[in-house]
Protein backbone atom coordinates (compact mmCIF):
# COMPACT_ATOMS: atom_id res chain seq x y z
CA UNK A 1 0.00 0.00 0.00
CA UNK A 2 1.18 3.51 -0.99
CA UNK A 3 2.35 5.47 2.05
CA UNK A 4 -0.33 8.77 2.05
CA UNK A 5 -2.56 5.54 1.31
CA UNK A 6 -1.90 4.29 5.22
CA UNK A 7 -2.28 7.84 6.51
CA UNK A 8 -5.42 8.27 4.75
CA UNK A 9 -6.64 4.90 6.39
CA UNK A 10 -5.38 5.91 9.59
CA UNK A 11 -7.08 9.20 9.46
CA UNK A 12 -10.15 7.71 8.57
CA UNK A 13 -9.69 5.39 11.19
CA UNK A 14 -9.52 7.69 14.36
CA UNK A 15 -12.19 10.34 12.69
CA UNK A 16 -14.98 6.92 12.71
CA UNK A 17 -13.42 5.99 16.24
CA UNK A 18 -14.12 9.40 17.45
CA UNK A 19 -10.10 10.48 18.10
CA UNK A 20 -11.24 13.37 15.42
CA UNK A 21 -14.57 14.64 16.38
CA UNK A 22 -16.59 16.58 13.39
CA UNK A 23 -15.66 20.48 13.93
CA UNK A 24 -12.55 19.45 15.36
CA UNK A 25 -8.61 21.04 13.98
CA UNK A 26 -6.56 18.15 12.51
CA UNK A 27 -2.75 18.49 12.79
CA UNK A 28 -1.13 20.48 10.72
CA UNK A 29 0.28 19.50 7.63
CA UNK A 30 4.24 19.75 8.94
CA UNK A 31 3.05 18.13 12.52
CA UNK A 32 1.59 14.85 10.83
CA UNK A 33 4.56 14.63 8.87
CA UNK A 34 6.61 14.45 11.97
CA UNK A 35 4.27 11.97 13.60
CA UNK A 36 3.82 9.24 10.67
CA UNK A 37 7.40 9.50 10.03
CA UNK A 38 7.11 10.78 6.07
CA UNK A 39 7.51 14.15 3.79
CA UNK A 40 4.71 16.72 4.23
CA UNK A 41 4.04 16.03 0.52
CA UNK A 42 3.02 12.65 1.20
CA UNK A 43 0.57 13.80 4.38
CA UNK A 44 -0.80 17.14 1.70
CA UNK A 45 -2.04 14.00 -0.63
CA UNK A 46 -3.37 12.31 1.82
CA UNK A 47 -5.27 15.61 3.06
CA UNK A 48 -6.41 16.35 -0.54
CA UNK A 49 -7.76 13.03 -0.87
CA UNK A 50 -9.80 13.49 2.47
CA UNK A 51 -11.14 16.57 0.66
CA UNK A 52 -11.99 14.68 -1.98
CA UNK A 53 -13.82 12.31 0.21
CA UNK A 54 -16.18 15.17 2.14
CA UNK A 55 -14.47 13.89 5.33
CA UNK A 56 -12.60 17.11 5.74
CA UNK A 57 -12.32 20.93 4.47
CA UNK A 58 -9.48 23.37 4.76
CA UNK A 59 -9.72 26.96 5.58
CA UNK A 60 -6.88 29.18 3.97
CA UNK A 61 -4.37 30.13 7.09
CA UNK A 62 -6.19 28.27 9.54
CA UNK A 63 -5.44 23.93 8.81
CA UNK A 64 -7.85 21.44 8.02
CA UNK A 65 -10.91 20.80 9.88
CA UNK A 66 -13.18 17.23 10.19
CA UNK A 67 -16.24 17.92 8.13
CA UNK A 68 -20.04 18.19 9.73
CA UNK A 69 -22.14 15.13 9.30
CA UNK A 70 -25.26 16.47 7.78
CA UNK A 71 -28.24 16.54 10.45
CA UNK A 72 -30.41 14.95 8.09
CA UNK A 73 -27.25 11.94 7.91
CA UNK A 74 -27.87 11.41 11.69
CA UNK A 75 -31.58 12.45 12.57
CA UNK A 76 -33.79 9.64 13.30
CA UNK A 77 -31.63 7.01 12.89
CA UNK A 78 -31.45 6.18 16.69
CA UNK A 79 -34.73 4.16 17.39
CA UNK A 80 -33.96 3.23 20.82
CA UNK A 81 -32.74 -0.61 19.47
CA UNK A 82 -29.69 -2.51 20.39
CA UNK A 83 -29.39 -4.53 17.82
CA UNK A 84 -27.20 -7.90 17.57
CA UNK A 85 -29.36 -9.14 15.26
CA UNK A 86 -28.70 -8.18 11.83
CA UNK A 87 -26.14 -9.29 9.91
CA UNK A 88 -26.25 -6.06 7.10
CA UNK A 89 -22.48 -4.61 6.95
CA UNK A 90 -23.07 -1.17 9.11
CA UNK A 91 -24.22 1.49 6.65
CA UNK A 92 -21.95 3.83 8.27
CA UNK A 93 -18.81 2.45 7.03
CA UNK A 94 -19.70 1.82 2.72
CA UNK A 95 -17.63 3.23 1.08
CA UNK A 96 -19.70 5.57 -1.34
CA UNK A 97 -17.86 8.01 -2.73
CA UNK A 98 -14.79 5.73 -3.46
CA UNK A 99 -16.95 3.05 -5.14
CA UNK A 100 -18.79 6.25 -7.21
CA UNK A 101 -15.50 7.33 -8.43
CA UNK A 102 -14.85 3.62 -9.32
CA UNK A 103 -17.86 3.01 -11.68
CA UNK A 104 -17.28 6.59 -13.32
CA UNK A 105 -13.61 5.16 -14.15
CA UNK A 106 -14.86 2.32 -15.03
CA UNK A 107 -17.27 3.79 -17.59
CA UNK A 108 -14.63 6.01 -19.25
CA UNK A 109 -11.85 2.76 -19.16
CA UNK A 110 -14.30 0.01 -20.04
CA UNK A 111 -16.54 1.38 -22.23
CA UNK A 112 -16.52 -0.83 -24.74
CA UNK A 113 -17.05 -3.79 -23.14
CA UNK A 114 -20.15 -2.70 -20.64
CA UNK A 115 -22.53 -2.94 -23.81
CA UNK A 116 -21.42 -6.20 -24.85
CA UNK A 117 -23.44 -8.88 -23.03
CA UNK A 118 -20.66 -10.27 -21.40
CA UNK A 119 -18.89 -13.55 -20.42
CA UNK A 120 -20.52 -15.69 -18.60
CA UNK A 121 -17.22 -16.78 -16.76
CA UNK A 122 -17.19 -12.79 -15.54
CA UNK A 123 -14.54 -9.86 -16.86
CA UNK A 124 -11.75 -11.13 -18.26
CA UNK A 125 -9.93 -8.18 -16.41
CA UNK A 126 -11.06 -8.54 -13.23
CA UNK A 127 -10.59 -12.82 -13.15
CA UNK A 128 -7.36 -11.68 -13.82
CA UNK A 129 -6.83 -8.60 -11.53
CA UNK A 130 -8.79 -12.24 -8.79
CA UNK A 131 -5.63 -13.66 -9.54
CA UNK A 132 -2.97 -11.54 -7.88
CA UNK A 133 -5.60 -10.47 -5.12
CA UNK A 134 -6.57 -14.07 -4.19
CA UNK A 135 -3.06 -14.94 -3.73
CA UNK A 136 -2.40 -12.59 -1.00
CA UNK A 137 -4.97 -14.94 1.16
CA UNK A 138 -2.93 -17.80 -0.51
CA UNK A 139 -5.16 -18.91 -2.76
CA UNK A 140 -3.40 -19.45 -5.66
CA UNK A 141 -4.96 -20.17 -9.23
CA UNK A 142 -5.45 -19.48 -12.86
CA UNK A 143 -7.79 -17.03 -14.10
CA UNK A 144 -9.28 -19.92 -16.26
CA UNK A 145 -10.78 -21.70 -12.04
CA UNK A 146 -11.80 -18.00 -11.12
CA UNK A 147 -15.43 -17.51 -11.92
CA UNK A 148 -17.69 -14.62 -11.00
CA UNK A 149 -21.32 -14.83 -9.79
CA UNK A 150 -23.97 -12.31 -8.29
CA UNK A 151 -22.90 -13.78 -4.92
CA UNK A 152 -21.73 -16.66 -3.17
CA UNK A 153 -25.21 -18.03 -2.25
CA UNK A 154 -25.53 -18.12 -6.43
CA UNK A 155 -22.01 -20.05 -6.22
CA UNK A 156 -23.61 -22.44 -3.71
CA UNK A 157 -26.66 -23.39 -5.72
CA UNK A 158 -25.00 -23.84 -8.88
CA UNK A 159 -22.69 -26.47 -6.89
CA UNK A 160 -24.83 -28.38 -4.84
CA UNK A 161 -27.09 -29.44 -8.45
CA UNK A 162 -23.97 -29.73 -10.60
CA UNK A 163 -22.47 -33.25 -10.92
CA UNK A 164 -19.49 -34.28 -9.47
CA UNK A 165 -16.53 -35.98 -10.84
CA UNK A 166 -16.75 -38.73 -7.78
CA UNK A 167 -20.14 -39.53 -8.64
CA UNK A 168 -21.08 -39.11 -4.92
CA UNK A 169 -25.18 -36.82 -4.25
CA UNK A 170 -25.24 -36.50 -0.63
CA UNK A 171 -24.03 -33.12 1.13
CA UNK A 172 -22.41 -32.78 4.28
CA UNK A 173 -22.97 -29.59 6.50
CA UNK A 174 -21.62 -28.49 10.00
CA UNK A 175 -24.45 -28.30 12.45
CA UNK A 176 -25.01 -25.43 13.46
CA UNK A 177 -24.78 -23.64 9.78
CA UNK A 178 -25.40 -21.13 7.39
CA UNK A 179 -29.13 -20.84 7.87
CA UNK A 180 -29.79 -19.45 3.90
CA UNK A 181 -27.94 -22.34 2.44
CA UNK A 182 -29.70 -25.10 4.68
CA UNK A 183 -32.83 -23.88 3.84
CA UNK A 184 -32.29 -23.99 0.39
CA UNK A 185 -31.28 -27.74 -0.05
CA UNK A 186 -34.26 -28.78 2.20
CA UNK A 187 -36.67 -27.15 -0.33
CA UNK A 188 -34.83 -28.46 -3.50
CA UNK A 189 -34.69 -31.86 -1.68
CA UNK A 190 -31.21 -31.85 -2.58
CA UNK A 191 -29.34 -34.87 -0.07
CA UNK A 192 -27.97 -33.36 3.31
CA UNK A 193 -26.43 -34.96 6.28
CA UNK A 194 -25.43 -33.17 9.27
CA UNK A 195 -22.19 -33.36 11.21
CA UNK A 196 -21.66 -31.81 14.77
CA UNK A 197 -19.48 -28.06 15.33
CA UNK A 198 -19.22 -26.15 18.26
CA UNK A 199 -16.47 -23.81 19.48
CA UNK A 200 -14.33 -26.32 20.31
CA UNK A 201 -14.11 -27.34 16.28
CA UNK A 202 -14.73 -30.34 14.95
CA UNK A 203 -14.56 -33.95 15.92
CA UNK A 204 -12.20 -35.07 12.95
CA UNK A 205 -12.52 -39.02 13.44
CA UNK A 206 -16.03 -38.58 12.75
CA UNK A 207 -15.44 -36.38 10.07
CA UNK A 208 -13.22 -39.33 8.44
CA UNK A 209 -16.39 -41.68 8.99
CA UNK A 210 -18.58 -39.79 6.94
CA UNK A 211 -16.11 -39.43 4.68
CA UNK A 212 -15.58 -42.99 3.93
CA UNK A 213 -18.83 -44.29 4.26
CA UNK A 214 -21.56 -41.28 3.97
CA UNK A 215 -21.49 -41.20 0.21
CA UNK A 216 -20.01 -37.32 0.30
CA UNK A 217 -20.43 -35.63 -2.69
CA UNK A 218 -18.94 -32.31 -0.80
CA UNK A 219 -17.86 -30.96 2.85
CA UNK A 220 -19.73 -27.58 3.22
CA UNK A 221 -17.81 -25.48 5.52
CA UNK A 222 -16.78 -21.51 6.72
CA UNK A 223 -12.94 -22.39 8.21
CA UNK A 224 -12.92 -18.63 9.70
CA UNK A 225 -15.55 -16.38 11.21
CA UNK A 226 -18.56 -19.14 10.68
CA UNK A 227 -21.93 -18.00 10.87
CA UNK A 228 -23.52 -18.46 13.61
CA UNK A 229 -20.73 -19.65 15.89
CA UNK A 230 -17.88 -16.58 14.85
CA UNK A 231 -15.48 -19.37 15.58
CA UNK A 232 -11.93 -20.23 13.44
CA UNK A 233 -10.44 -23.52 12.42
CA UNK A 234 -6.97 -24.07 13.90
CA UNK A 235 -4.67 -24.63 11.04
CA UNK A 236 -4.07 -28.66 12.43
CA UNK A 237 -7.86 -28.65 11.80
CA UNK A 238 -7.83 -27.12 7.77
CA UNK A 239 -4.95 -29.30 7.01
CA UNK A 240 -6.70 -32.70 8.14
CA UNK A 241 -9.76 -31.65 6.82
CA UNK A 242 -8.10 -30.83 2.98
CA UNK A 243 -5.89 -34.38 3.49
CA UNK A 244 -9.39 -36.35 4.15
CA UNK A 245 -10.81 -35.05 1.44
CA UNK A 246 -7.67 -36.04 -0.82
CA UNK A 247 -7.98 -39.43 0.78
CA UNK A 248 -11.49 -40.62 0.66
CA UNK A 249 -12.18 -38.74 -3.19
CA UNK A 250 -14.81 -35.74 -1.19
CA UNK A 251 -14.56 -32.21 -2.21
CA UNK A 252 -15.00 -29.80 0.45
CA UNK A 253 -16.86 -26.73 -0.30
CA UNK A 254 -15.21 -23.44 1.66
CA UNK A 255 -17.57 -20.90 2.03
CA UNK A 256 -15.10 -17.64 3.11
CA UNK A 257 -17.25 -15.22 2.78
CA UNK A 258 -16.93 -13.05 6.12
CA UNK A 259 -13.14 -13.89 5.63
CA UNK A 260 -11.89 -9.91 4.67
CA UNK A 261 -13.98 -8.45 7.97
CA UNK A 262 -11.44 -10.10 10.52
CA UNK A 263 -8.16 -8.84 11.49
CA UNK A 264 -6.09 -12.40 11.23
CA UNK A 265 -3.76 -11.57 8.94
CA UNK A 266 -1.61 -14.90 9.23
CA UNK A 267 -4.28 -17.37 7.73
CA UNK A 268 -4.28 -19.88 5.18
CA UNK A 269 -7.69 -21.24 4.16
CA UNK A 270 -8.47 -25.21 3.39
CA UNK A 271 -7.92 -24.65 -0.42
CA UNK A 272 -3.92 -23.63 0.39
CA UNK A 273 -3.40 -27.02 2.27
CA UNK A 274 -5.15 -29.25 -0.36
CA UNK A 275 -2.14 -31.36 -2.91
CA UNK A 276 -5.71 -32.99 -4.50
CA UNK A 277 -7.42 -30.23 -5.87
CA UNK A 278 -10.56 -31.51 -3.86
CA UNK A 279 -11.29 -27.85 -2.55
CA UNK A 280 -13.74 -25.03 -3.87
CA UNK A 281 -13.33 -21.86 -2.53
CA UNK A 282 -15.93 -19.20 -2.06
CA UNK A 283 -15.80 -15.52 -1.62
CA UNK A 284 -17.77 -12.38 -1.24
CA UNK A 285 -17.18 -8.94 -2.30
CA UNK A 286 -20.63 -7.87 -0.96
CA UNK A 287 -20.16 -8.28 2.81
CA UNK A 288 -17.40 -5.42 2.79
CA UNK A 289 -18.14 -3.23 0.61
CA UNK A 290 -22.43 -2.94 0.19
CA UNK A 291 -24.89 -6.09 -0.23
CA UNK A 292 -26.34 -4.03 -3.15
CA UNK A 293 -23.10 -5.12 -5.37
CA UNK A 294 -24.43 -8.54 -5.15
CA UNK A 295 -20.51 -10.38 -6.63
CA UNK A 296 -18.76 -13.29 -5.67
CA UNK A 297 -16.30 -15.54 -6.72
CA UNK A 298 -15.81 -18.81 -6.79
CA UNK A 299 -12.22 -20.82 -7.70
CA UNK A 300 -12.58 -24.38 -8.73
CA UNK A 301 -10.53 -27.11 -9.44
CA UNK A 302 -9.79 -27.55 -13.14
CA UNK A 303 -11.62 -30.89 -13.44
CA UNK A 304 -14.89 -28.97 -12.32
CA UNK A 305 -14.44 -25.44 -13.93
CA UNK A 306 -16.18 -26.73 -17.15
CA UNK A 307 -19.28 -28.45 -15.73
CA UNK A 308 -19.80 -25.11 -13.25
CA UNK A 309 -19.69 -22.91 -16.41
CA UNK A 310 -21.94 -24.97 -18.10
CA UNK A 311 -24.19 -25.59 -14.96
CA UNK A 312 -24.23 -21.50 -14.36
CA UNK A 313 -25.05 -20.88 -17.91
CA UNK A 314 -25.89 -17.34 -18.03
CA UNK A 315 -24.53 -13.78 -17.21
CA UNK A 316 -25.89 -13.19 -13.85
CA UNK A 317 -23.75 -10.40 -12.72
CA UNK A 318 -23.79 -6.51 -13.85
CA UNK A 319 -20.84 -5.57 -16.39
CA UNK A 320 -20.65 -2.36 -14.92
CA UNK A 321 -20.20 -3.92 -11.05
CA UNK A 322 -17.64 -6.01 -12.12
CA UNK A 323 -15.57 -3.17 -13.93
CA UNK A 324 -15.88 -0.91 -10.76
CA UNK A 325 -14.65 -3.76 -8.71
CA UNK A 326 -11.63 -3.86 -11.15
CA UNK A 327 -11.17 -0.85 -10.46
CA UNK A 328 -11.34 -0.54 -7.08
CA UNK A 329 -8.94 -3.20 -5.97
CA UNK A 330 -6.34 -2.08 -8.59
CA UNK A 331 -6.09 1.37 -7.20
CA UNK A 332 -5.69 -0.13 -3.53
CA UNK A 333 -9.13 1.36 -1.96
CA UNK A 334 -9.81 -2.28 -1.48
CA UNK A 335 -7.16 -3.51 1.21
CA UNK A 336 -7.80 -0.27 2.47
CA UNK A 337 -11.53 -0.26 3.40
CA UNK A 338 -10.52 -4.24 4.91
CA UNK A 339 -8.33 -2.74 6.94
CA UNK A 340 -10.36 0.03 7.99
CA UNK A 341 -13.62 -2.00 8.30
CA UNK A 342 -12.22 -5.53 10.15
CA UNK A 343 -10.15 -2.82 12.52
CA UNK A 344 -13.76 -1.09 13.76
CA UNK A 345 -15.32 -4.75 14.05
CA UNK A 346 -12.72 -5.84 16.20
CA UNK A 347 -13.15 -3.15 18.58
CA UNK A 348 -17.00 -4.31 18.83
CA UNK A 349 -16.40 -8.06 19.39
CA UNK A 350 -13.57 -6.86 21.83
CA UNK A 351 -16.42 -4.35 24.00
CA UNK A 352 -18.67 -7.71 23.53
CA UNK A 353 -16.13 -10.23 25.77
CA UNK A 354 -15.31 -6.83 27.71
CA UNK A 355 -18.60 -6.38 29.01
CA UNK A 356 -19.25 -9.88 29.48
CA UNK A 357 -16.32 -10.04 31.67
CA UNK A 358 -17.93 -7.61 33.83
CA UNK A 359 -21.90 -8.83 33.96
CA UNK A 360 -21.12 -12.85 33.53
CA UNK A 361 -19.28 -13.23 37.09
CA UNK A 362 -21.31 -16.34 37.69
CA UNK A 363 -21.18 -17.60 34.23
CA UNK A 364 -24.62 -17.62 32.88
CA UNK A 365 -23.52 -17.59 29.23
CA UNK A 366 -20.74 -19.07 27.65
CA UNK A 367 -18.92 -17.61 25.24
CA UNK A 368 -17.45 -19.20 21.84
CA UNK A 369 -14.30 -17.02 22.34
CA UNK A 370 -13.55 -15.02 18.91
CA UNK A 371 -11.84 -11.75 18.48
CA UNK A 372 -12.37 -10.99 15.11
CA UNK A 373 -15.06 -11.00 12.64
CA UNK A 374 -18.96 -10.38 13.05
CA UNK A 375 -20.45 -12.99 15.23
CA UNK A 376 -20.08 -14.39 18.80
CA UNK A 377 -22.10 -17.40 20.20
CA UNK A 378 -23.93 -17.00 23.81
CA UNK A 379 -24.43 -20.49 24.75
CA UNK A 380 -27.23 -20.97 27.33
CA UNK A 381 -27.99 -22.99 30.16
CA UNK A 382 -30.43 -25.72 28.99
CA UNK A 383 -33.38 -24.78 30.82
CA UNK A 384 -33.78 -21.25 29.54
CA UNK A 385 -36.85 -21.01 27.53
CA UNK A 386 -35.53 -19.52 24.42
CA UNK A 387 -38.84 -17.50 22.90
CA UNK A 388 -39.41 -16.20 26.25
CA UNK A 389 -35.83 -14.77 26.40
CA UNK A 390 -36.41 -13.34 23.61
CA UNK A 391 -39.77 -11.79 24.43
CA UNK A 392 -38.41 -10.29 27.21
CA UNK A 393 -35.08 -9.21 25.70
CA UNK A 394 -37.30 -7.56 23.38
CA UNK A 395 -39.36 -5.88 25.33
CA UNK A 396 -36.53 -3.88 26.72
CA UNK A 397 -35.18 -3.37 23.08
CA UNK A 398 -32.59 -5.61 22.22
CA UNK A 399 -33.05 -7.50 19.31
CA UNK A 400 -30.10 -10.90 18.76
CA UNK A 401 -30.95 -14.24 16.79
CA UNK A 402 -31.40 -17.67 18.62
CA UNK A 403 -29.79 -20.64 17.39
CA UNK A 404 -32.99 -22.27 15.88
CA UNK A 405 -32.60 -21.64 12.27
CA UNK A 406 -28.98 -22.64 11.87
CA UNK A 407 -29.94 -26.36 11.97
CA UNK A 408 -31.25 -28.73 9.87
CA UNK A 409 -34.57 -29.27 10.32
CA UNK A 410 -34.69 -32.71 11.53
CA UNK A 411 -31.49 -32.13 13.47
CA UNK A 412 -32.23 -32.79 16.96
CA UNK A 413 -28.32 -32.04 19.15
CA UNK A 414 -29.02 -28.77 19.13
CA UNK A 415 -27.07 -26.38 21.40
CA UNK A 416 -29.10 -23.50 23.16
CA UNK A 417 -27.59 -20.20 22.17
CA UNK A 418 -28.09 -16.58 20.77
CA UNK A 419 -25.95 -15.30 17.81
CA UNK A 420 -24.54 -12.21 18.23
CA UNK A 421 -23.52 -9.69 15.75
CA UNK A 422 -21.96 -6.91 15.96
CA UNK A 423 -22.40 -5.45 12.36
CA UNK A 424 -25.43 -3.05 12.87
CA UNK A 425 -24.65 -2.28 17.17
CA UNK A 426 -24.05 0.97 18.09
CA UNK A 427 -20.63 0.97 19.95
CA UNK A 428 -22.13 2.84 22.64
CA UNK A 429 -24.76 0.63 23.01
CA UNK A 430 -22.95 -2.62 23.56
CA UNK A 431 -22.42 -2.77 26.92
CA UNK A 432 -25.93 -1.78 27.74
CA UNK A 433 -27.19 -4.47 25.59
CA UNK A 434 -24.56 -7.33 26.90
CA UNK A 435 -25.75 -6.67 30.50
CA UNK A 436 -29.40 -6.84 29.58
CA UNK A 437 -28.99 -10.00 28.06
CA UNK A 438 -27.40 -11.20 31.16
CA UNK A 439 -30.04 -9.87 33.37
CA UNK A 440 -32.52 -11.78 31.50
CA UNK A 441 -30.78 -15.25 31.12
CA UNK A 442 -30.26 -14.76 35.06
CA UNK A 443 -34.10 -14.08 35.46
CA UNK A 444 -34.80 -16.89 33.29
CA UNK A 445 -32.90 -19.30 35.46
CA UNK A 446 -34.40 -17.78 38.84
CA UNK A 447 -37.66 -19.35 37.49
Known amino acids: MKRYMSILSDMELKMNEGHYRPGQKL??????????GCSVSTVVRAYAELE???AIYSISQSGYYVVDKPEAESAGKDDGKIDFSSAMPDSNVFPYLDF???L??????????????????????LRQTLVSHLANDQVFAKMEQIMITSGAQRALEVLSKMPFPNRKETILVEQPSYNIYLRYLEAEGIPVVGIPRNAAGIDLQE???KFKNGGIKFFYTMSRYHNPLGTTYNAGERK???ELAGKYDVYVVEDDYMGDLGEDKAFEPIYAYSRTSHVVYVKSFSKIIFPGLRLGAVVLPERLAETFHACKGYTDTSLLSQAALDVYIKNGMYERHKKKISSQYAARVRAVNDAVSRYNGEGWVEL????SGVYIQFKLPQPVNLDRLMKRLSARNVMA?????????????REKFLRISISQVKPERIEEGVRIIIEEVKRELGR
Not at 104 to 115: E, G, S, V, W
Not at 368 to 371: A, E, F, L, P, Y
Request: proline share 3%; hydrophobic share 30%; aromatic share 10%.
Open 207 to 209: LER
Open 240 to 242: SIA
Open 401 to 413: VTGKPFYLTNWLE
Open 27 to 36: PSVRDAAKRY
Open 100 to 102: QHC
Open 368 to 371: SGVD
Open 104 to 125: NKAIDTYKQQLFTGGNTRGMAK
Open 52 to 54: KRH
